[in-house]
């Protein structure tokens, strides 16, 4: 069975105008190992998919499952764990706590719900990968915004996610930085073994991934 399959999922939301549906029996099955990116134009919808497949909202209808887990059977505290543990996010602006070390923002999902020590070799590990071996005791506002965001992959790597999802993880970034960023993306998601989906805007970002879908009047279709 694939690492994620989604089924027929299906998204709306009440309006004054009525029902507003914004996705429409979507369907996706990737494995680990492998990438998926998401095209379409602005309010068709990416983000609200991309919030669905991470668990930060339910969808309307249809079935999703990661690793054998079906995240919308389980509590909120069991939701929370899941998506801590299976689930990584890299987001257009990096999110990273201004007071804290890139060090210290790379570890920060470990840190979450832990009761024991936190592997910081595996943050200096990650962030050696990502190029940024020189810039551990660093706070965010004292690197570019490049390093920030690949710092930001290094943090959604660290707790060896199943998912990682990234939405417009370039879209901040100048043309350099942003072929660094996708240049790590590319190659870490294979290394770590972990199913990728980014929404992009940018067609040649898109055009690195074997996989990609466009996202029109609610439907998922290959292109």
Do not use: W
């Not at 694939?2 to 009440?14: G, M, Q, R």
């Not at 592997?119 to 706070?139: N, P, T």
């Not at 770590?192 to 466009?214: C, G, M, W």
Request: charged share 25%; proline share 5%.
């Amino acid at each position: 069975m694939p690492t994620l399959t989604v089924e027929k999922i299906s998204k709306s939301y009440d309006s004054p105008g009525g029902t507003l549906q914004v996705l429409c029996d979507v369907d996706l099955s990737i494995d680990c190992g492998q990438a998926a990116v998401i095209m379409g134009p602005s309010g068709c919808g990416k983000s609200t998919l991309l919030n669905i497949l991470g668990s930060l909202e339910q969808p309307t209808g249809g079935r999703i499952t990661l690793d054998n887990v079906d995240p919308t059977t389980l509590d909120e505290k069991g939701l929370a764990a899941f998506r801590n543990r299976s689930i990584g996010f890299v987001f257009q602006d990096h999110h990273l706590l201004p007071h804290l070390t890139v060090l210290e923002n790379t570890m920060l999902p470990a840190l979450v719900g832990s009761s024991g020590e936190v592997d910081e070799s595996r943050a200096r590990e990650l962030l050696a990968k990502v190029g940024l071996a020189d810039r551990l005791e660093h706070l965010p506002a004292e690197i570019s915004g490049g390093e920030r965001q690949r710092a930001a992959i290094a943090r959604a790597l660290m707790n060896r996610p199943k998912l990682v999802l990234a939405d417009e993880p370039t879209g901040n970034l100048d043309r350099v930085s942003a072929d660094r960023v996708a240049d790590m993306l590319q190659s870490l998601h294979r290394e770590q073994n972990v199913v990728l989906i980014l929404v992009t805007h940018s067609e040649p970002f898109a055009r690195r991934f074997d996989k990609r879908y466009e996202l029109l009047e609610g439907r998922l279709k290959a292109c």
